[in-house]
């Protein structure tokens, strides 16, 4: 399968930013490993967030 290179620099930016993200924000500093509802949401929104710009350049292509 060829994918261009412009795709995966940008999902190899994004994946890393959010397990960065996610690493800080369980590494345990209210205690060990918890992530409240509100972490966990933003992670969320991200996720979906990114999901929903895939899937719309990839019809508006």
């Known amino acids: 399968m060829v994918v261009a290179p412009e ?3 940008r999902d190899i ?3 890393a930013a ?9 590494y345990g ?3 060990p490993g918890r992530i ?3 972490e966990g949401g933003l ?6 967030s990114y999901t929903v710009y895939l899937i719309s350049t990839t019809f508006s292509s």
Request: proline share 0%; glycine share 8%; with cysteine.
């Open 7 to 9: 795709v995966f620099y």
């Open 13 to 15: 930016a994004v994946m």
């Open 18 to 26: 959010l397990t960065l993200s996610l690493f800080i924000l369980g």
């Open 29 to 31: 500093f209210r205690g």
């Open 36 to 38: 409240n509802r509100l």
């Open 43 to 48: 992670l969320l929104a991200c996720f979906v």
